[in-house]
Nanobody, 122 residues
């Protein structure tokens, strides 16, 4: 079974760039995993879809984040780095990456990592 693990900076200062990496391991059947997706859940709010990278290498970004987010892939390491620039304290939350069959923020679809807590603070 495919497993995903988020890693990266847990503490970032306001206005800096948040860098996280999604590492994929296990599972030989990736048929249902057409996208590597990133989501987050701000405190008191619903799950927010941030963006995704498809099998073709095409990227898809939330309209509210597209000027600040970048998702790439390193196929040699089975990793999907994600950067989010100019972060602010309101973006302190848990971040998740997932392998999904479609563009979605639904954690019940596909396979997801455990998430990583990020704090934006000076």
């Amino acid at each position: 079974q495919v497993q995903l693990q988020e890693s990266g900076s847990g503490l970032v200062k306001p206005s800096q760039t948040l860098s996280l990496t999604c590492t994929v391991s296990g599972g030989s059947d990736t048929t249902n995993y057409n996208y590597c997706s990133w989501i987050r859940q701000p405190p008191g709010k619903g799950m927010e879809w941030m963006g995704a990278l498809g099998r073709s290498g095409r990227t898809y970004y939330s309209s509210s984040l597209k000027s600040r987010i970048a998702i790439s892939r390193d196929t040699s390491k089975n990793q999907f780095p994600r950067q989010l620039s100019s972060v602010n304290p309101e973006e302190t939350t848990q971040y998740y990456c997932g392998g999904t069959p479609q563009l979605t923020a639904d954690p019940s679809m596909g396979a997801w990592g455990q998430g990583t807590q990020v704090t934006v603070s000076s």
